[in-house]
């Protein structure tokens, strides 16, 4: 089957996906997206049914390879110490994270020149400022000016509440002299262009059903479809066909019925994660590109970074009611975000503060850290324990390793037959000696807060949230995959616009990140139509 | 095929054997606010759970005529007659050859145990869902950051 050809074809409709096709739709452009997943309903979110907190081990669990939905693909995440964590749906991994929505520093655009380690981006912060701010704006993001960790910025919003939580951690701060700050956080604190206020549900991460968290189905895409984007759901691309020329000229892929289609395009825009992107290149291959598409520096793939995760949790004498409010956006510190030689690593990490558990996950916390034994102590062990527990996620910056990789595994595959991405990474030293630093001075402060016991896992197993440089950017083609503008070296039709582009990761969520980058690149094409393949 | 044809229920001396299991994991309040977990009725749920997860079906009977093969060592009339003390012990004692059993009847019992209406209430908390009612909390105290307002800028210019 062959649909009429199109301007621009988005493949995914996640956090870039949307953004873009918001951002090209003025252009009037003939624009279609394909997304494997499908239209989330909100009312069948975990939050709203009583066993709220047990279906993160069922159909809104993290990782694809347990949750198994229909429109998930596996992946082969053995040999590594961290998992992928993702979601396929219109809105992508939005419908799932946490909505923390800090945004680089400026030096994390110039690791080499400050730091000696990894290398510069051909961008920087200044450059990317003015879509951060647009972003903001498109994405409603609440939080408080005067940060002395960020050059000035204003949000649309105020900030979240601290609740009890919050404030007992912040004193803890302030008693050590650490930087903490409010979240900024892409929850709307107050009704925001049609969308209804946070109500402090609790679990941000299984989806908003409130609809005050700003994953994408409710912020670009209704504007993006409104002006004539067409969003086509439940179609699994499977490779980007290429003519004699070497560009692309289109995408073969299975409809929500196991068809396969062809759809011609003029420009192809990849926005299917750090994963799902060298994935779709590297099973894109041809006489032109027999190492996968846009494959010539033989980079798609490689540098693979995630975040490293601590969690260090405390357990304190006073109830905090933690369960009340959005789970992880409630402040933040980065005290220790830039190198300081001292410590024996390069680069830094933030803190995260998180807010307690609920019933059921307190029980398992309990369980797996011994906490909380089975039998005649239980009750007693379990009322020390709930609604007393506060605790942190540490993100450490990670450097980009060429050893650490997405590949193609050589047997597994998703439903319709495409083999599935392998991923094989290892943590550095210089990510270790992080860890173990930032885990000791999270247990330091989570006492001066009041904590009474501490404990703390690193690196965290599941937490592969954030996918990132699997085909970086920069101005050399030997050394990179997309210029700065996000075209790919090697052909010259064909974009890359989510978190795969990244040459470094800083040490903080990628999302908006991701999304000032899309805007920035979806401007590049805007201004460059007319000798766009130049 | 009906589903309990798939997959047959506990038998009723397995229920009975069950909920002891589930009593000794989570026994009742010593303030008699809430019943153990068998007491509370969690067989039905690890019931449900076996029928969505069948491959742990036999990871629990095996488990369960296992416990009765060792209880019977100690008292003729099974798991169920023994003190509270002997249970516990052979509970643990069990886990050496019934590697699979004791944690995942522990897994599932907190779970059930822990969305039961209940227990929520008796924990003090509301029995419903988060949405739609949502939780207030209390204004913001910023005048907390005072002191972060001071420092100097934090970051490198890039």
């Known amino acids: 089957m062959s649909e009429e050809p199109v301007d621009v074809l988005i493949v995914g409709a996640g956090a870039s996906g949307a953004a873009m096709a918001w951002s090209l739709a003025e252009t009037r452009m003939k624009i279609l997206c394909l997304e494997q997943g499908d239209w989330m309903d909100p009312a069948q979110y975990p939050s709203t049914s009583l066993d709220w907190e047990t279906r993160q081990f069922g159909d809104f669990a993290l990782s694809p390879n347990s949750r198994r939905r229909r429109e998930d693909y596996p992946i082969n995440d053995d040999d590594s110490p961290i998992s992928v964590s993702n979601f396929n749906a219109v809105g992508g991994s939005t419908i799932l994270y946490a909505a923390h929505f800090p945004r680089f520093h400026p030096a994390d655009f110039k690791l080499r020149t400050l730091d000696g380690v990894a290398d510069d981006w051909p961008i920087d912060y200044a450059r990317l400022e003015p879509y951060y701010a647009q972003n903001d704006r498109m994405m409603g993001v609440s939080g408080l000016a005067g940060d002395p960790a960020y050059p000035p910025k204003q949000l649309p919003l105020p900030p979240l509440p601290l609740g009890k939580l919050g404030h007992t951690l912040a004193r803890g701060f302030n008693k050590l002299g650490w930087h903490w700050w409010p979240s900024d956080s892409a929850i709307a604190s107050q009704p925001y262009e049609g969308r209804a206020a946070c109500i402090n549900l609790g679990p941000c991460i299984l989806g908003c059903a409130q609809g005050a968290k700003a994953s994408t189905d409710v912020t670009y895409w209704p504007v993006a479809v409104r002006n004539g984007v067409e969003l086509r759901t439940r179609c699994r691309v499977r490779e980007i066909t290429i003519d004699e020329n070497g560009m692309a000229d289109g995408v073969i892929y299975y409809d929500a019925e196991g068809m396969e289609c062809r759809q011609k395009a003029e420009i192809v825009v990849l926005a299917c994660n750090g994963v799902g992107t060298p994935r779709l290149l590297l099973n894109s291959r041809s006489k032109l590109f027999p190492d996968g598409l846009a494959n010539r520096s033989s980079l798609v793939g490689r540098n693979l970074m995630f975040h490293p995760y601590a969690m260090v949790t405390g357990i304190f004498d006073e109830p905090l009611d933690g369960y009340k409010g959005p789970t992880g956006c409630c402040i933040m510190s980065q005290e220790f975000y830039e190198t300081d030689p001292s410590r024996g690593f390069v680069r830094g990490y933030s803190f995260e503060m998180l807010r307690g558990m609920g019933p059921v996950s307190t029980a398992l916390w309990g369980m797996s850290s011994g906490r909380i034994p089975w039998g005649a102590d239980h009750h007693q062990a379990y009322g020390k324990v709930f609604n007393r527990t506060a605790g942190m996620v540490v993100i450490c910056e990670d450097l980009p390793e060429l050893h650490n990789r997405v590949t193609l595994d050589p047997e597994l595959v998703d439903s319709d037959g495409i083999p599935a991405p392998k991923v094989s990474y290892r943590l550095s030293e210089n990510s270790t000696r992080m860890l173990e630093h930032s885990v000791a001075r999270g247990k330091e402060v989570l006492e001066a807060s009041g904590a009474k016991m501490t404990s703390a896992e690193a690196p965290l197993p599941p937490a592969g949230w954030h996918l990132m440089g699997t085909a970086r950017m920069g101005t050399d083609a030997r050394s990179s995959v997309v210029n700065e503008w996000g075209r790919c070296h090697d052909v010259r039709n064909l974009f890359i616009i989510d978190g795969s582009i990244f040459v470094t990761a800083g040490a903080v969520n990628p999302t908006c990140t991701i999304q000032a980058l899309t805007l920035y690149i979806a401007d590049s094409i805007k201004k460059n139509l007319a000798n766009l393949f130049d | ?158």
């Open chain 2, 1 to 158: 095929m009906s589903e309990e044809m798939i997959h047959p229920r506990f038998s009723d001396h397995e229920e009975r054997a069950l909920a002891t299991v589930l009593d000794q994991i989570i026994p009742p309040r010593s303030d008699g606010r809430l019943p153990g977990a068998g007491g509370l009725g969690l067989v039905r749920h690890i019931e449900q759970v076996v029928q969505q997860a069948p491959h742990l079906r036999p990871v629990i009977v095996q488990g369960l005529s296992a416990l009765d093969k060792l209880a019977r060592s100690r008292n003729p009339a099974g798991f169920v007659a023994l003190s509270s003390q002997d249970k516990s012990e052979l509970l643990s004692q069990l886990t050496a050859s019934q590697q699979g059993f004791l944690p995942s009847l522990i897994f599932h019992t907190y779970v059930g145990y822990y969305q039961d209406a209940r227990v929520v209430e008796a924990l003090g908390l509301e029995a419903r869902p988060p949405f739609p009612k949502g939780h207030e909390m209390e204004p913001n105290d910023l005048s907390l950051l005072d002191p972060v307002r001071q420092r100097p800028k934090l970051y490198r210019q890039g």
